[in-house]
């Protein structure tokens, strides 16, 4: 089995910054692209940002320049920098990533449980 647990979630004013870490374990060959999404209330949920194996990254148009992705491949982990942000990040963080495990061909999708992230004006 799989699990993706996320962290670093909370509270804070606008123009604050918050990390958060999503770290991956179970039985795990390879993880391949990895990913936040968010999803804030009465909305669909939406890519954030995402980062292939070799650290390639992709944005969406409203965090760029604001937000990073970063992993790390020995521990499993990624990672989301936010830095200036807007009442409008508020909504629920989602770690996502492609994984292959042992024992079974192919890949498959994964998520974590969802972390909390309030921006107060």
């Known amino acids: 089995q799989v699990q993706l647990v996320e962290s670093g979630g909370g509270l804070v004013q606008a123009g604050g910054s918050l990390t958060l870490s999503c770290a991956a374990s179970?039985?795990?060959?390879?993880?391949?692209?990895m990913g936040w999404y968010r999803q804030a209330p009465g909305k669909q949920r939406e890519l954030v940002a995402d980062?292939?194996?070799?650290?390639?990254?992709n944005y969406a148009d409203s965090v760029k320049g604001r937000f990073t992705v970063s992993r790390d491949n020995a521990k499993n982990t990624v990672y989301l920098q936010m830095n200036a942000l807007k009442p409008e990040d508020t909504a629920v963080y989602y770690c996502?990533?492609?994984?292959?495990?042992?024992?079974?061909?192919?890949?498959?999708?994964?998520w974590g449980q969802g972390t909390q992230v309030t921006v107060s004006s």
């Open positions: 179970g039985n795990i060959f390879r993880i391949n692209a």
């Open positions: 980062i292939t194996r070799g650290g390639t990254t």
């Open positions: 996502n990533a492609d994984i292959t495990t042992w024992g079974i061909v192919g890949q498959y999708n994964y």
